[in-house]
């Protein structure tokens, strides 16, 4: 796997590559995932918080009457996601942080949300630990992202992409389900 980026410099990467995400992921969204924000988002349900929010394309794929709050590593992210939502008519909060050290209370969510996030964390074990943490008993912890392949040609490929994808965008294209 290729070296992982420091806190800081993921947040000057996402930073530098948030006026291309929308257009960049769109087309790598229709091929892996088409429908899946569409599918994951629905299913939440009351205090909501949605980690890796990006740009904010998830907002208009959840139920109107949750309480939503979205976190981001970049304040980049965040003024797109802030204008997204504005233009929606979609109340939002959101606010800077670390997927792996979530700035809120314990069991302060019914439902937590990440989709194509963990990617581009570099512990996304301890994220994931984060998420639980902050999930109220009885929540759900909804997740959409990409793993290394276990075919070996396409891994291969995954490898040398990674390559650049971590210093270009922050993204871990190798990483296995977490058991």
């Given at each position: ?5 420091t ?72 003024g ?26 314990d ?35 909804l ?25 270009m ?11």
């Amino acid at each position: 796997m290729s070296k992982k980026l420091t806190t800081e410099g993921l947040r000057e990467v996402w930073d530098r590559y948030a006026p291309r995400y929308d257009r960049d992921i769109g087309f790598f969204e229709r091929v892996q995932f088409g429908g899946g924000r569409e599918w994951v988002c629905p299913q939440a349900t009351g205090d909501v918080l949605e980690v890796a929010i990006g740009t904010g394309l998830n907002l208009p794929h959840y139920p109107a009457d949750v309480r939503l709050v979205g976190l981001d590593l970049s304040p980049a992210m965040l003024g797109i996601a802030r204008t997204r939502a504005a233009e929606l008519g979609r109340a939002v909060e959101l606010c800077e942080g670390d997927a792996q050290a979530l700035p809120f209370p314990d069991e302060s969510f019914d439902t937590v949300v990440c989709t194509l996030g963990l990617c581009g964390v570099p512990d996304e074990r301890a994220a994931i630990a984060e998420m639980h943490r902050v999930l109220r008993p009885g929540g759900k912890l909804l997740l959409l992202d990409h793993v290394g392949s276990q075919h070996r040609v396409v891994h291969f490929v995954q490898s040398l992409l990674e390559k650049l994808s971590v210093r270009m965008c922050g993204d871990y294209q190798t990483r296995r389900p977490l058991p």
